[in-house]
């Protein structure tokens, strides 16, 4: 690990200075993952800037029935929030789906949505990566495919996001506030923070250099009191997903009034399914319905020969979710 | 870059100058001595250098000690009162939770942490959704634990050392 210059500074004004003067520079949070990327050699930095004490750590409810949520909120916290699990239950649920009690006590709800892929080659000083060092080559894509993107990959990267959280907030459709070099903030909602990794891999989100996530605020949703997080992975706890499936679901009468739906594990941003929620608007409740819907989001899929799976994984996954809700909302299912 | 900080370690206070690059577990073993915590993986996956970090169960091992500074640490070696062993420590002794007890200081800190989480009401990924009050059953404890591997695959006897503990 290379030398490294720390600062707490007292305000987030001094720390969007501090990190937007520094090319090698980078905040740092709970740390869960950069300072694994730093030990990995993946990371170089010349200079951390700690927000943990900056950034807000508490959870509100707004008026218009929303909820804030501060960005150095840590996820075992968030998880555990009476609100968050009785109007939110998909985020809770996807928290409490990722890492460990030990993880999940020190990260944060900002470097959540920051992590960095998992994929072995990224994380591998010693194999080319375009997303760690551009125009290397990607290593994955003729190699160990199994965690690897089945939508929107590039010839350059099929590294997949590894956020439980981002998937759920993807279907809740949050916003993220943030504080720019420029002085002032803006709001980015979710879907648009992580990027496809197309021919810069590199850039895992539309963040400028020294943007610093201050706040999630999660739009008020009825129907989302209806929801869900379910992820399919290699062992029974503590380990990614090879396909994570949130939703949240509205049904009147047997009949879905609206549903959300979105997929991680398997493109490099949460995987918002449209095409599967615009074709359940409307029609009957029930397994065909669900496993129709499904496949209208897969048919678009681009698996590699190693995760080819995950087509079938995936389509499983959204039709038990569905049907789960189904049954949760009071209706049979069938 | 080193910088001075002053950690309470198992109810000690300690001054020490680190390099900004010192995680909190080799400021704790190499620097202070404290060998309780110990480096299995050094990256997060294994649990083996958790402890208490004002309070709350972590891994020592990705907490960089000067982002740490002021901070109040109780490992493994510091539940003692009195030199009487806490009783979870008591249990896996008296359930012979371990093989070559590598793991154990981090289970047993873990577990500490995780009573903490229970009281306070804290779901896992397997509570019934909108449960209140948690059943510490052998899947909430497997659950709750998961963050701490075990090589020898004691976990057979971890698992009831622990139960017999969360039933008090």
């Known amino acids: ?334 | 870059m080193d910088v001075e900080i002053t950690l309470r370690v198992d109810g000690t206070e300690h001054t020490l100058v680190v390099d900004t690059r010192t995680t909190l577990l080799d400021a704790l073993r190499e620097r202070l001595g404290n060998t309780s915590p110990k480096k299995g993986c050094d990256h997060g996956q294994c649990g083996a250098c958790t402890v208490l970090l004002d309070g709350w169960r972590a891994v020592s091992c990705l907490a960089l000690a000067v982002a740490h500074d002021g901070a109040t640490v109780i490992t493994a070696a510091g539940l003692t009162t009195n030199g009487e062993l806490h009783p979870l420590q008591r249990s896996f002794v008296i359930f012979d939770a371990f093989q070559c007890g590598y793991c154990t200081p981090g289970q047993i800190v873990s577990a500490v942490g995780r009573l903490d989480e229970v009281s306070a009401g804290w779901p896992s990924a397997v509570t019934a959704p909108g449960a209140v009050d948690v059943v510490l059953d052998d899947d909430e404890i497997r659950e709750r634990m998961s963050g701490n591997l075990c090589r020898c695959a004691a976990y057979a006897k971890i698992v009831p050392a622990i139960r017999e503990v969360a039933r008090g």
Request: charged content about 20%; hydrophobic content about 40%.
């Open chain 1, 1 to 334: 690990m290379r030398p490294l210059r720390y600062a707490r500074p007292d305000t987030v004004t001094q720390a969007v200075t501090l990190v937007a003067g520094e090319p090698r520079g980078a905040y740092l949070a709970g740390g869960t993952n950069l300072v694994d990327l730093l030990k990995l050699g993946v990371a170089n930095l010349d200079l951390l800037v700690d927000v943990r004490r900056l950034t807000s750590t508490s959870i509100d409810e707004l008026p218009d029935g929303g909820v804030l949520i501060g960005a150095a909120v840590p996820n075992g916290e968030l998880a555990a929030h009476p609100v968050i699990r009785q109007r939110y239950p998909v985020l809770s649920e996807a928290v409490l789906a990722g890492a460990s009690g030990q993880l999940r006590n020190v990260a944060t709800t900002g470097g959540n949505l920051l992590q960095r892929t998992r994929c072995a080659y990224f994380q591998n000083v010693t194999t080319p990566c375009n997303k760690r060092e551009p125009g290397t080559g990607c290593s994955a894509r003729e190699g160990y495919q199994r965690e690897m993107a089945i939508f929107g990959a590039s010839p350059e990267c099929v590294a997949t996001h590894p956020s439980d959280l981002a998937v759920a907030l993807a279907v809740l459709e949050a916003q993220v506030h943030t504080h720019g070099p420029d002085g002032g903030g803006r709001r980015i909602p979710l879907l648009d923070l992580h990027r496809l990794p197309g021919h810069e891999p590199q850039r895992d989100t539309a963040l400028g250099h020294g943007e610093l996530i201050t706040a999630v605020e999660l739009p008020p949703l009825p129907f989302a009191a209806t929801s869900r997080y379910r992820k399919i992975r290699d062992r029974a706890s503590y380990a990614f997903a090879l396909v994570s499936v949130a939703a949240a679901l509205d049904v009147a009468g047997g009949v879905v009034r609206d549903v959300r739906i979105a997929l991680g594990g398997v493109a490099h941003k949460p995987w918002r399914a449209t095409r599967a929620e615009q074709r359940l608007r409307g029609e009957p409740a029930g397994e065909a319905s669900f496993r129709a819907a499904a496949d209208a989001e897969l048919a678009a899929a681009e698996p590699l020969p190693g995760n080819a799976f995950k087509v079938r994984l995936a389509r499983a996954a959204i039709t038990r979710t569905l049907l789960d809700l189904t049954q949760a909302a009071g209706g049979s299912g069938r």
